[in-house]
C-alpha cells in the first residue's frame, strides 16, 4: 500500500473490555513496531516484529497486551481487560528491515482508544 | 539514566521568521541521533538522521546540528511556513541498543502563525 493504515482511527470502549487494533504496514516491509501515546509525551516502544516473531516485547506494560503478526504483515495489538490507563494513540510504524535504530520508520497515523 | 530533554516545550512564531528547537541528551555511547516531525493526528515522519561523527544534516529548510561533545543537538527551521506547525520530536539510539532502547523526547510544539 501507499503507507501504513491502522484501523480503526478511534475506539471508544469501557473499563474492562477487551479491544484489538490492527496494523497494515507497508508492502514488503519486514519490521512492524507498535507504540503507544499519551498527550504532550513521545511515543513509547511497546513490541516490534521481524516477520511474524517478536524480535522484542520489552515495552509491553503487562500481561493485559499481546501482539501477533501471524502472516508477517498485518499485525493486530490486542488489550485485554482495559483500564482508563490504557487511553492513549496506539502508533504502528514499519521499516523495510529492522536495523535497530537505524532503518527509517514509516508510521500511521494512529488509534486513538478512549477508556471510559 | 538515560533521558531525552527538548525545549521549549511550545513555540509560537510568525510565518516566515526562523526559530531553533534544542534537545539535550545524557545517552552515552549512542549510534545516532534522529528529528521526527508529527503533525496533530498523524504519526511521525523522519527529518534527519546524524551519526554521532555528523555535525550537521539538511533536509530541505530544515537543518539539524550535533555536538556530541556537549551532547546537544538542534532543529533550525528557516523561513517558515503555516505547514510547519507540528511537535517536532528528537530520538536518540544508544550504542548497541535494540529496538526497545531508543530514546524519544516528549518534543516540541510549534505553531506558525500567519
Known amino acids: 500500500g501507499a503507507g501504513v493504515s491502522q484501523t480503526p482511527s478511534n475506539k471508544v470502549t469501557e473499563k474492562g473490555k477487551y479491544v484489538e487494533l490492527r496494523c497494515d504496514p507497508i508492502?514488503?516491509?519486514?519490521?512492524l513496531y507498535w507504540y503507544r501515546q499519551s498527550l504532550g509525551q513521545g511515543p513509547e516502544f511497546l513490541i516490534y516484529?521481524?516477520?511474524?516473531?517478536?524480535?522484542?516485547d520489552s515495552g509491553l506494560p503487562n500481561d493485559r497486551f499481546f501482539a501477533v503478526r501471524p502472516e508477517g504483515s498485518v499485525s493486530t495489538l490486542k488489550i485485554q481487560r482495559t483500564e482508563r490507563g490504557d487511553s492513549a494513540v496506539y502508533l504502528c510504524?514499519?521499516?523495510?528491515?529492522?536495523?535497530?535504530?537505524?532503518?527509517?520508520?514509516?508510521f500511521g497515523p494512529g488509534t486513538r482508544l478512549t477508556v471510559l | 539514566k538515560n533521558q531525552v530533554e527538548q525545549s521549549p516545550q511550545s513555540l509560537i512564531i510568525l510565518e516566515g521568521k526562523n526559530c531553533t528547537l534544542q534537545?539535550?541528551?545524557?545517552?552515552?555511547?549512542?549510534?545516532?541521533l534522529r528529528w521526527y516531525k508529527q503533525d496533530t493526528g498523524r504519526g511521525p515522519v523522519s527529518l534527519t538522521i546524524?551519526?554521532?561523527?555528523?555535525n550537521t544534516k539538511s533536509n530541505g529548510r530544515y537543518t539539524a546540528t550535533l555536538d556530541a561533545d556537549t551532547k546537544q543537538s538542534s532543529l533550525h527551521i528557516t523561513a517558515s511556513q503555516l505547514s510547519d506547525s507540528a511537535s517536532y520530536i528528537c530520538?536518540?539510539?544508544?550504542?548497541?541498543?535494540?529496538?526497545?532502547?531508543?530514546?524519544f523526547g516528549k518534543g516540541t510544539k510549534l505553531s506558525v502563525k500567519p
Open positions: 510504524a514499519s521499516s523495510l528491515n529492522a536495523l535497530p535504530g537505524w532503518d527509517t520508520q514509516y
Open positions: 508492502s514488503g516491509h519486514t519490521a
Open positions: 516484529f521481524q516477520g511474524t516473531g517478536a524480535a522484542d
Open positions: 534537545c539535550n541528551y545524557t545517552v552515552s555511547p549512542f549510534s545516532n
Open positions: 546524524m551519526t554521532f561523527s555528523e
Open positions: 530520538v536518540v539510539t544508544p550504542y548497541g541498543g535494540s529496538q526497545g532502547n531508543l530514546i
